[in-house]
C-alpha cells in the first residue's frame, strides 16, 4: 500500500520558519519525482516546489528563495525547509507524486502564520 505522511506543520509567526518532512512508503520512492503542494482555505491546489528523482529542485515564484526542497532516498523522505514564512504562506501542504498510471497524495499538515 503506498502511503505519503506529511508532518512538521504548526503554527508560526510571521518570519519564522518550519520544516516539513513527508515519510514516504508502498514504492520505490528514489524513483519517484516528488512535489509540495498547498492549499489555503477557499483557494485551489498551488504547485510549491518539486524535486525530481535526479535531484534538481524547482521553486514557485511566490516560495523562491525562502523555500527549500530536499531528499533522503535511504529514508524515503521528502523535505521542504520553510523560511521567512509569511501570512500568504498558511495553507495545508501536501505531498505528492504523480505519472503514467498513479497520483499519489498524502493527507496533508496545516501550517498557520499569525502573529
Known amino acids: 500500500e503506498v502511503q505519503l505522511v506529511e508532518s512538521g506543520g504548526g503554527l508560526v509567526q510571521p518570519g519564522g520558519s518550519l520544516r516539513l518532512s513527508c515519510a514516504a512508503s508502498g514504492f520505490t520512492f528514489g524513483s519517484y519525482d516528488m512535489t509540495w503542494v498547498r492549499q489555503a482555505p477557499g483557494k485551489g491546489p498551488e504547485w510549491v516546489s518539486a524535486?525530481?528523482?535526479?535531484?534538481?529542485?524547482y521553486y514557485a515564484d511566490s516560495v523562491k528563495g525562502r523555500f527549500t526542497i530536499s531528499r533522503d532516498n535511504a529514508q524515503h523522505t521528502v523535505y521542504l525547509q520553510m523560511n521567512s514564512l509569511k501570512p500568504e504562506d498558511a495553507a495545508v501542504y501536501y505531498c505528492?507524486?504523480?505519472?503514467?498510471?498513479?497520483?499519489?497524495w498524502g493527507q496533508g499538515t496545516q501550517v498557520t502564520v499569525s502573529s
Open positions: 524535486i525530481p528523482n535526479g535531484g534538481s529542485t
Open positions: 505528492h507524486s504523480e505519472g503514467c498510471g498513479y497520483d499519489f
